[in-house]
C-alpha cells in the first residue's frame, strides 16, 4: 500500500513538473520583436515588410526564426464568447494569414498577451481565458507566447504561469512560452519546468550605462542588465535560458556600445531579439546582428552561460566555455576613455563553476581568434595586449585545435 501510495504521488509530481513542450529552444531563441521600436503602431503591411526584411538582409540565415508580435494587436474588447479579437484596422484579414505570411518566408510566427486582467498598453489580458487563448493561439498557428506580467494584482506569479503553460500544453500545439515577469518572483527558480525562457529584470533601455525611471519603475541600460544576470549562470541550458531583455541594436547608441551590447548577450547565452526596424537597418547593425563568428558564441550547444571573471580599472574580463575544450573570452571597457590590456594567461585561473571546466593556459596552448575582427590574435603562451576603446569590447575565440 505505502509503495503503491509513493508511485501515485511520484506520478502526480512528474505531471505537475513536465508541463511545457520539450525539445524547443535547445540554444538560445532568437527572433525580432516590434515593442522596442513600434510599441503598439502595428500593422499586418509592418509584419509583411518585417518578415521580407529579415529574409533579406541575412539575418534569417544568420539564424533569426522568430518574429514577434508584442502588445496592440489586439482589439480592446473581447467578441460574445469571449475571444480574442485582432484589430480591425490594424490586421483586416486577421492574424491566421499573418502567421501564414510569416511562415511562406521559412520564419515562425509570435504572439504577446499577459497574465493579468489587461496587458501593458491596456488591452484584454488572459487571466481567467487562459485555455480559451490558448486553443485560438493553436489554432492561428502560433510559435511562440511572450507572456508578461501587468494588471496582477494578487495574482501568485508561479501559479498564474503554470496555469498559462498547462493551457498550451492542452492546446496541443508546440509553442515556446517567455515567461515576461521582469524577475520579481525569481523565476529561475522555478520556471523550467513551465517554459523555454524567463525575463530575470525589468525592461531594458537603449543606453549603456543608465536608469530611466518611469514613475514607480525604472528601465535599466545595458550595463545594468548585465550588472543584473550575477550568479544566475547555473539555471541556465538546453530548452531554459535567463533573459535579459531584448536587444538594443541600432537603436541611437554607438557601434562600440551596439557592438559591446551584443557581445555581452551573447556571452551570456542570452535569447537574441532584435527590436530595431530591420527594414532601414544600417549596414553597422546589419553586420553586427548578422556576425556569424559572434552569434555562433550564443549558439553553442554546450549551452554555458558566461560569467564575469574579473574587473580592473573599468576593464572587465567575461568569460564563457564552448563545446570543444573551446573558450570564449569578451574584454569589456566601461569607461569613457581607452583602457590598455595586457592578459597574461599563465597567471590567470579561469574556472567555470557551473561545470568545472578549467581554462588551463598554463599546460595547454590555445589559438586566440579575434572574433569581429575576425584575424588571428597570437597565443596564450604569450600575454595578450591591446587597446580596448571606449564603451567597447574585444571578444576573443581561445580553440585547442586549428581555427
Not at 554555458?304 to 571573471?309: C, L, W
Not at 566555455?321 to 570564449?328: D, K, R, S, V
Request: glycine share 10%; hydrophobic share 40%; net charge neutral.
Amino acid at each position: 500500500m505505502r509503495q503503491s501510495l509513493f508511485l501515485l504521488f511520484l506520478g502526480c509530481s512528474l505531471i505537475l513538473r513536465a508541463q511545457k513542450f520539450e525539445g524547443l529552444a535547445l540554444t538560445p531563441p532568437m527572433g525580432w520583436n516590434s515593442w522596442n521600436t513600434f510599441q503598439t503602431n502595428i500593422s499586418e503591411k509592418m509584419v509583411m515588410e518585417t518578415a521580407d526584411a529579415m529574409v533579406s538582409s541575412g539575418m534569417k540565415d544568420a539564424g533569426y526564426t522568430y518574429l514577434v508580435l508584442d502588445d496592440g494587436w489586439m482589439a480592446k474588447e473581447r467578441d460574445s464568447l469571449g475571444n480574442l479579437v485582432p484589430d480591425p484596422q490594424k490586421f483586416p484579414h486577421g492574424i491566421k494569414p499573418v502567421a501564414d505570411y510569416v511562415h511562406s518566408k521559412g520564419l515562425k510566427f509570435g504572439l504577446y498577451n499577459c497574465a493579468g486582467t489587461k496587458t501593458c498598453a491596456g488591452y484584454p489580458g488572459t487571466r481567467g481565458y487562459e485555455y480559451q487563448d490558448a486553443r485560438n493561439y493553436a489554432a492561428w498557428e502560433v510559435d511562440y507566447l511572450k507572456f508578461d506580467w501587468c494588471s496582477s494584482e494578487g495574482l501568485n506569479a508561479r501559479e498564474a504561469y503554470t496555469t498559462m503553460s498547462k493551457a498550451l500544453r492542452k492546446a496541443g500545439r508546440p509553442i515556446i512560452f517567455s515567461l515576461c515577469e521582469w524577475g520579481n518572483n525569481k523565476p529561475w527558480e522555478w520556471a523550467q519546468p513551465l517554459g523555454q525562457l524567463w525575463r530575470t529584470t525589468g525592461d531594458i533601455f537603449g543606453c549603456f550605462d543608465c536608469e530611466k525611471r518611469n514613475g514607480g519603475w525604472s528601465a535599466w541600460g545595458i550595463m545594468r542588465i548585465a550588472d543584473k544576470q550575477a550568479g544566475l549562470a547555473r539555471y541556465a541550458g538546453a530548452g531554459h535560458w535567463n533573459d535579459p531583455d531584448m536587444l538594443e541594436v541600432g537603436k541611437g547608441m554607438t557601434q562600440g556600445e551596439d557592438r559591446a551590447h551584443f557581445s555581452i548577450w551573447c556571452m551570456l547565452a542570452a535569447p537574441l531579439i532584435a527590436g530595431n526596424d530591420i527594414r532601414k537597418m544600417s549596414v553597422q547593425t546589419d553586420a553586427i546582428l548578422t556576425h556569424k563568428e559572434v552569434v555562433a558564441v550564443d549558439q553553442d550547444p554546450m549551452g554555458v552561460e558566461g560569467f564575469k571573471y574579473s574587473v580592473k580599472d573599468s576593464l572587465e574580463t567575461w568569460a564563457r566555455p564552448l563545446e570543444g575544450g573551446n573558450w570564449a573570452i569578451c574584454f569589456l571597457n566601461r569607461s569613457a576613455s581607452p583602457r590598455n590590456l595586457s592578459f597574461d594567461w599563465k597567471k590567470e585561473a579561469i574556472i567555470d563553476s557551473v561545470t568545472d571546466t578549467p581554462l588551463d593556459a598554463g599546460s595547454s596552448s590555445y589559438i586566440l581568434y579575434d572574433l569581429w575582427q575576425r584575424s588571428a590574435a597570437g597565443k596564450t603562451s604569450t600575454p595578450f595586449k591591446a587597446v580596448v576603446a571606449p564603451h567597447d569590447v574585444i571578444m576573443l575565440k581561445l580553440s585547442k585545435g586549428d581555427l
